[in-house]
């Protein structure tokens, strides 16, 4: 009977400690469960901070390739309109030089009769030497055409060759009613290839040699501009003084004010 009862004693000790054992490993379960639920929760915490975090990203590039399309929109409309601006002063000058021109033609071609009928005298049958034919004068039209296929380079945007034609003018014609313009658009050559020196020395030439001509104002202004550009801004203030007191009434002095004032 001890013996019995002692069996049973040790059986119902092992229940209880394996019951004991079976509650500590679904303990140690619940517990690991929790924590992969937790880590899920964070790691999906993460997840959803990054992609936003990537969206957020993603909107400010588009936005900046929005802004970036804007801007070389606009640069592309300001090119434009600076090209148009540059090429409706050319035309305006070209059209001024040209009506200038008729303006000074019929004055020159008068002063030259008068010249020519001061100078003549009836020839000398004793004097053979008088027989000899005098050499002609420059003919006004041919000038008229070399200039205008230099200007006609001009227009189409053929500087290069445009400053070689205006220089070839000058050195053949010296004399020529023309030769000003011809150094004032030999100088405007040179600066739109962005050549600011060769610019200066015509421009100062139609200033210093032909100072009443109508192209003096506007060369004296050029002047200024390329002394500005190469970095001497005393020089060129200097350059717009003096614009101001030689030609206080051009459109040139109204430009020289405005300079002045900033």
């Known amino acids: 009977m001890p013996t019995r009862t002692r069996v049973i004693s040790i059986a119902l000790l092992l ?22 639920s937790d880590l899920q929760l964070k790691s999906n915490e993460r997840l959803d901070t990054v992609a936003k975090g990537q ?15 804007r801007l070389r929109g606009q640069v592309e409309t300001l090119n434009y ?12 000058y070209i059209d001024l ?16 009769a008068t010249a020519a009928g001061a100078t003549v005298k009836p ?23 070399e ?26 014609h010296p004399d020529s009613t023309l030769t000003p313009n011809a150094y ?18 015509a421009q100062r030439l139609v200033g210093s040699k032909w100072p009443a001509h109508a192209k003096a104002p506007d060369a004296l202004l050029n002047v200024a501009t390329c002394q500005q550009e190469l970095g001497d801004s005393k020089s060129a203030k200097n350059t717009l003084d003096a614009l101001l007191a030689k030609y206080p009434d051009s459109s040139a002095a109204k430009a020289a004010r405005q300079r002045l004032k900033k």
């Open 81 to 92: 309109e600076l090209d148009a601006a540059t090429k409706r002063q050319k035309d305006f």
């Open 123 to 145: 020839a000398d049958d004793s004097n053979p030497a008088s027989e000899a034919p005098r050499k002609s004068a420059s003919d006004p039209a041919t000038e008229t055409r």
């Open 147 to 172: 200039y205008e296929a230099a200007l006609n380079l001009f227009r189409a945007n053929k500087l290069k060759e445009a400053a070689a034609a205006f220089e070839t003018f000058a050195r053949t």
């Open 97 to 112: 030089d040209t009506r200038l021109r008729k303006l000074e033609t019929p004055s020159a071609s008068a002063a030259s």
């Open 184 to 201: 004032y658009w030999l100088g405007n050559a040179h600066y739109a290839m962005r050549d600011c020196r060769r610019a200066l020395e």
């Open 15 to 36: 229940a209880a400690l394996g019951a004991q054992q079976a509650h500590a490993g679904l303990f140690d379960d619940d517990e690991a469960r929790r924590q992969v």
């Open 55 to 69: 969206m957020e990203l993603a909107n400010q590039i588009q936005e900046l390739r929005d802004e970036n399309a």
